[in-house]
């Protein structure tokens, strides 16, 4: 019996052996690579590497819109209920319960209540015992106070005004980082390397160890050396308890410096008000104290951040509920609103969820000063964290509208781009993708937009999105327990995005703004030989800065101060006498009208009637050159009524209207009605109209500039451009279209607008200078409001060099004393300055 | 059994008269370099399987200790190899004291050592220290303390094989109320401290000796249903927080909390699936490097094996215990003196179980308790309780006292 009892045991033993091992077979052999994967997930997280957006230049290669080193204010919500800022005043909330006997409250563990307003309402009666309710009620007061005092507005001016070297040097930061810090304000380091350096600075203050925080002389750690043994094991939450134990049981009674070196290698926020505490009911007392402190210091970040505290609250509101609705995605039902739920329960999802991301951050903040860094990090409050991220800067006013302005990736282009690529992907024949889908695919995954991406919304910016945007790398880095990077595994640097040099020349564009001074308008230089446009300025400009801030009002102002009005169209634009060219043209060319022949022009068309053709001046009978010259409206007319207008359109479309000139903008057609065309009933009357220029016909300034580059170049229209360079590589020369038109007509039509300067409506105003010709215009919008006057002319007229537009909205005067003087001055500007830059 | 000469009847007058016992062996006591302190035979009778066994698992755990001390925060190594090595080397002595003084004497005297033993609880429970929320430790300087529950174990065993040794059959109510007796005071302070797991642990032994001692199965049935009744109550009104939460997390693993009492056990399947079948190499386990696993060169140690070494490794350690465990009931065998037999037995248990309950926990299978892997993880105390136990073994099985057991003749 003995030996079968015995055998009994060896095999009970074999047997709880085996499970072990079938246990083990299982976990290792069979479901080895998933843990493993799982292994690999807990241990190493990405992190986006943010790419650079590409500057843009001016032709000389001055910046006119390029990145700058930002610091956006981010929460890690794991932290929130750890004991950090939210933590503290969630926190209270319990204590309050447990302090009355009851554990009702224990479902705020889920929902810290940031209005501490309701904080005192609600919660100051339910604190039970006398002696601290009184104390309680005093610092809740005292907070209470120094918000309301906040209310009227918090501004940056304690932090700004201060020369550099004084700010405080971080407690906080590393000796690195310190260092940096130091050279970097002291040197006033230029963009890029403030650039590299802040990023430095960031990845070696990334996360301030508890030990860094402990080093903040703030913070005393004498009451820690009391702490016996007794008062740990008396304490009643469990949380508390556990972590307090471990550190307790070796520090009692001892020295200072062993304390410190026991606390850094600890890590847990919530060590630190427990580990500073002593007992429970000092820690209470400190839960209560840290709450002010910790409202100061949230005072110290919303000032850095540039937000009124009650700003940042609001948005520590907003993280939290981001992250509750994550949560309740996850748990699929209504489970934290559900009144009756497990509190225990709902702590278990809440904590499944941190364990899951824990260092998941959300944005609180955009955009905070660089010196705002530095408070984030003196006040060591760890579930805030700064990540960089470049911010756009666009040099202001003078090439507002061509630069354009960027705006944040909506979550809507996110959505479609990402179910296009599951489309993309969804094309697969036989195990492979079609090429054409792998293409678009590719290009897709390169310039991948992440949540907070900026992309361009309008001008350059948005017409060369593709070429302006990084590639954005990652980073995998190896972290241990407590999320402490240990090592970079993986990395790819992010490509930035590249450089668009524009063919703008800033001084003429900066002049243009100058002349314009406001009005309503636009002015264009091209230059004749390349179709290189050299200025288009519209105005008025705005000052980005003031453009962000005012985006609303300014998008509603009837004004459109948003529109760029050198290539599209806010309202009406008519091209008035400066069409007259096309007529001219086209009246030669139709073999209706010689150099000789002539029109009589009494001053009107039908004299007498109210609704009168009227001209400018009684003409008698009038030829090409001095009908042009005087701009003569009813030899025009008659011209006209000859042409058609059928004929009339299209001349008008073989010389660029009614459609996109092709510059690298988002531009207007406009359009030309004719018989066949019009939407109305097309009478006499329009067709006259259109003669000269009204009514009928829409353009923009720019479809004026190239119609003279055409007369200007004999005949060959090139499509004006604005890029000059992307990165490295210059743009192809634009496409050039010959437009038919006789070498006589042309120069026909050269001499007439060389009249127009001589001795037309241009006469005596300085443009003959520059050798300079060209044709006004002024366009009756209709009733009683003011006029659009327009300059349109090249110079020298001998060799073309540049054509120079003018337009101005909203004119009372003549030509000769609005557009004209304008076209003076930025034909002065660029001789001038060419003859200086090539003599000098 | 075979091998061994059978012993003249001078030879076994002479073992039991002499002080350090031990018959003489084919050369005489005087042939002997030590003389009278080691028997002579010595190297015959010892058990070189159970010897070279545990120096392995020793020298294993020396390993995966000093594998699993990174600190991963200050990249320094935490000095828990170093200080196992100086246990080991007291182990040894233990381990040979505990082989030349003879088991008859210290069964003889373990009424004694049973008493002692309950004095030095009763000191743990009011004058121990504290440490992570619980009184088990006598700290003798700021480093090395004992935990006097690790003793009982081996005093227990000797006391039961002297309890049960002439018991063909002690049934219900005498022999077998005595065992459970026996067991359950220092249980009880034991479970005080509380260290429920270590206390529960006691049973299996006291009842595998009681089992081959020949009880009857009627009376475990009867124990078993007592205790199955006794564990509502037990559940309710005498567990900690904690303890229930830890029952709550093995049987219900899907509510568990994860990021706490659940964490450890998570993150132990994690690492020890994540090791496959051949392992991350010693001292290359990435989770292990990287501190994710609390407790892990004392509790957890097999966690850092199943990484470091993988499925191979696994199931090294494991043969290597059941060897032992066997080689012990072998002893068991082998043996005619019932009291030796009995030790043999209750050492083997004693080994069997905390090896199951630790690495079924380690993989998920049973619920988590602080209950260490003998020999392989870090702690002196459990490392002396557990060579006392072998050097036991290693005492019977050199003795051979030839005395007939009753068992023998029985039907």
């Excluded at chain 1, 507005?153 to 700004?160: E, F, K, L, Q, T």
């Excluded at chain 1, 020295?255 to 580990?275: G, H, M």
């Excluded at chain 1, 820690?283 to 009124?308: N, P, T």
């Excluded at chain 2, 009982?152 to 040794?165: E, F, G, T």
């Amino acid at each position: 019996m003995f030996r079968s009892r015995v055998v009994a045991i060896a095999a009970s033993t074999t047997l709880l052996f085996g499970v072990v091992v079938c246990r083990l077979a299982c976990v290792q052999l069979i479901r080895g690579p998933e843990f493993e994967a799982l292994a690999v997930k807990r241990r190493i997280g990405a992190e986006d590497l943010r790419a650079h957006r590409g500057r843009i230049l001016d032709r000389h290669g001055s910046p006119l819109a390029y990145d700058v080193p930002g610091f956006d204010l981010h929460c890690r919500v794991g932290y929130l209920i750890r004991g950090s800022v939210l933590g503290a005043v969630h926190w209270t909330h319990v204590l309050f319960d447990r302090a009355d006997g009851r554990e009702v409250a224990e479902r705020r563990f889920c929902r810290p209540d940031l209005e501490i307003e309701s904080l005192r309402s609600s919660d100051l009666e339910t604190i039970g015992k006398p002696d601290w309710k009184e104390e309680a009620r005093e610092i809740l007061r005292s907070l209470l106070v120094s918000v309301s005092s906040n209310g009227g507005g918090v501004r940056r001016a304690s932090v700004d005004s201060r020369p550099a070297d004084e700010i405080p040097l971080g407690e906080s930061l590393t000796d690195s980082g310190r260092r940096i810090l130091r050279e970097q304000l002291a040197s006033g380091a230029t963009v890029g390397e403030r650039w590299a350096d802040g990023v430095r600075l960031l990845a070696l203050m990334r996360r301030p160890t508890f030990g860094q925080i402990l080093e903040n002389p703030a913070l005393s750690v004498e009451p820690l050396l009391r702490v016996t043994s007794a008062e740990v094991a008396a304490i009643a939450d469990r949380t508390f308890r556990s972590e307090c134990v471990s550190l307790f049981a070796n520090l009692a009674g001892t020295d200072r410096d062993r304390v410190l070196a026991v606390l850094k290698t600890a890590t847990e926020p919530s060590f630190l008000l427990v580990a500073l505490a002593g007992s429970v009911n000092e820690a209470r007392q400190r839960v209560l104290e840290g709450l002010a402190r910790d409202a100061d210091r949230l005072r110290g970040i919303a000032v850095a951040a540039g937000v009124e505290l009650s700003t940042f609250l609001e948005g520590l509101d907003d993280v939290w509920l981001r992250a509750e609705t994550r949560v309740r995605s996850r748990v699929g039902r209504f489970l934290l609103e559900d009144p009756d739920a497990n509190p225990r329960e709902v702590a278990n999802v809440w904590r499944q969820y941190f364990r899951d991301y824990p260092f998941r951050s959300e944005r609180l903040f955009r955009g905070i000063p660089f010196e705002g860094v530095l408070t984030v990090f003196e006040s060591a409050l760890p579930g805030l964290t700064v990540e960089e991220r470049a911010h756009r800067e666009v040099r202001s006013r003078e090439a507002f509208h061509v630069v354009g302005w960027t705006g944040l990736v909506t979550r809507g282009e996110l959505d479609e781009m990402s179910s296009r690529r599951e489309e993309l992907r969804g094309l697969t024949v036989d195990g492979g993708l079609p090429l054409l889908a792998k293409l678009e695919l590719d290009r897709l995954e390169e310039g991948r937009l992440r949540q907070d991406d900026i992309v361009g919304r309008a001008g350059v910016e948005q017409r060369l999105e593709g070429a302006l945007r990084g590639r954005h790398g990652y980073q995998k880095v190896l972290r241990d327990r407590r999320g402490r990077p240990i090592e970079v595994v993986e990395e790819r640097k992010p490509s930035a995005g590249h450089d668009v040099t524009l063919t703008l020349d800033m001084g003429l564009q900066s002049r243009a703004i100058e002349v314009l001074d406001g009005r309503k308008g636009a002015v264009i230089i091209l230059e004749v030989a390349t179709g290189q446009v050299l200025c288009l300025a519209s105005s008025p400009s705005l000052v980005y800065s003031d453009f962000r801030e005012r985006y609303r009002e300014l998008a509603s102002d009837t004004d459109q101060p948003l529109i760029n009005r050198a290539c599209r169209i806010p309202k009406g634009v008519y091209p008035g006498s400066t069409f007259k060219v096309v007529l001219a043209t086209a009246g030669l060319e139709e073999g209706i009208i010689t150099e000789e022949s002539t029109f009589h022009c009494r001053g009107s068309l039908r004299p007498g009637q109210v609704h009168s053709f009227r001209c400018l001046g009684h003409h008698g009978d009038i030829a090409l050159r001095r009908a042009m010259a005087r701009s003569c409206n009813v030899y025009f007319y008659k011209l006209g009524e000859a042409l058609g207008s059928e004929r009339i359109a299209e001349w008008g479309r073989k010389f660029g209207f009614g459609s996109e000139c092709g510059i690298e903008l988002l531009e207007d057609g406009g359009y030309i009605h004719s018989k066949k065309t019009s939407p109305a009933p097309w009478g006499k009357g329009d067709t006259w109209h259109v003669s000269i220029g009204q009514k009928q016909v829409v353009v923009t300034p720019l479809q004026v500039a190239v119609m003279v580059s055409i007369i200007a170049q004999d005949g060959i229209s090139i499509r004006p451009t604005l890029v000059r360079k992307v990165g490295e590589e210059a743009t192809p020369p634009p496409e050039r279209r010959v437009v038919a038109i006789s070498d006589e007509t042309l120069r026909l039509l050269q001499e007439s607008l060389e009249e127009v300067v001589v001795s037309g409506t241009a006469a005596d105003t300085g443009l003959s200078a520059f050798g300079a010709a060209g044709k006004t215009g002024t366009a009756q919008v209709g009733g009683e409001l003011p006029d659009e006057t327009w300059f349109v002319g090249y110079a020298p007229a001998a060799s073309p060099r540049i054509v120079v537009c003018v337009f101005l909205e909203d004119t009372l005067g003549s030509t000769a004393e609005t557009v004209v003087p304008i076209a003076r001055e930025m034909m002065a500007a660029y001789f001038g300055e060419k003859e200086g830059g090539g003599e000098g | 059994m075979k091998g061994w000469p059978r012993q003249s009847d001078a030879e076994v007058v002479r073992h039991l008269s002499s002080p350090f016992g031990g018959a003489a062996g084919p050369w005489g006591r005087e042939a002997t370099p030590l003389g009278r302190f080691l028997m002579p035979g010595l190297w015959q009778r010892l058990d070189f399987v159970i010897l070279l066994v545990t120096g392995l698992l020793l020298l294993i755990g020396r390993l995966f200790i000093e594998s699993a001390s990174y600190l991963s925060l200050t990249g320094t190594v935490a000095g828990y190899a170093t200080r196992q090595v100086q246990w080991i080397v007291l182990s040894m002595f233990v381990l040979f004291v505990t082989v030349a003084v003879r088991y008859t004497r210290a069964a003889q005297w373990s009424v004694v050592l049973y008493l002692l033993m309950l004095g030095a609880l009763l000191y743990t429970l009011y004058l121990g220290d504290v440490r992570k929320n619980s009184r088990r430790w006598i700290m003798l300087t700021d480093t090395y303390g004992m935990q006097p529950s690790e003793f009982v174990k081996p005093v227990l065993i000797l006391c039961l094989a002297q309890l049960l040794r002439f018991r063909r059959r002690p049934g219900v109510p005498r022999s077998l109320l005595l065992t459970v007796v026996l067991t359950l005071i220092p249980a009880l302070l034991i479970a005080a401290q509380p260290d429920l797991a270590t206390a529960l642990l006691l049973f299996p032994i006291a009842f595998a000796m009681a089992f081959v001692a020949g009880a009857r199965i009627r009376s475990f049935v009867i124990l078993a249903v007592v205790g199955l009744l006794s564990i509502l109550p037990i559940y309710v009104f005498a567990l900690h927080d904690y303890q229930r939460e830890r029952i709550k997390t093995f049987v219900f693993p899907g509510a568990a909390d994860k990021a706490g009492e659940g964490y450890q056990v998570d993150q132990s399947i994690i690492m020890i699936g994540s090791g496959g079948v051949f392992g991350k190499g010693l001292g290359e386990g990435p989770q292990n490097r990287l501190n994710y696993l609390p407790e892990r060169h004392t509790d957890f140690i097999f966690s850092v094996v199943g990484e470091e070494w993988g499925f191979v490794g696994c199931l090294l350690v494991l043969g290597l215990f059941w060897v032992l465990v066997l080689a012990c009931l072998g002893v068991a065998l082998r043996i005619r003196e019932p009291c030796g037999r009995l030790i043999a037995v209750g050492v083997a248990t004693s080994l069997a179980i905390p090896v199951f309950v630790n690495t079924a926990m380690t993989v998920g299978a049973a619920p988590t308790t602080g209950v260490p892997l003998p020999l392989v993880s870090y702690g002196g105390s459990s490392l002396l309780s557990h060579m006392v136990g072998i050097g036991l073994v290693l005492n019977v099985n050199l003795r051979k006292i030839p005395v007939i057991a009753r068992g023998d003749f029985g039907p």
